[in-house]
């Protein structure tokens, strides 16, 4: 199969900051809320975990602000 030009050519590619290793396996925990990456070369894990985002909202001009029903 020929290689084709990545589209993903505006993201930085990440490695292992143990030995530096570009390979992972990358695994589900706790039921999807984090994501476990397994370096294939020191086999060192981390974890990705989601967090909720936050918004602020402040008062304005006027006599009121925008709010969730």
């Known amino acids: 199969m020929p290689k084709t030009?990545?589209?993903l050519l505006d993201q930085k590619q990440m490695r292992c900051g143990g030995c530096g290793g570009e390979t992972f396996k990358v695994y589900t925990a706790d039921s999807t809320?984090?994501?476990v990456t397994e370096c294939q070369g020191c086999m060192s894990t981390s974890l990705i975990e989601s967090q909720p985002a936050k918004l602020k909202i402040e008062w304005g001009d006027?006599?009121?602000r925008i709010v969730v029903f």
């Open 5 to 7: 030009q990545s589209v």
């Open 33 to 35: 809320l984090r994501i």
């Open 62 to 64: 006027g006599d009121g």
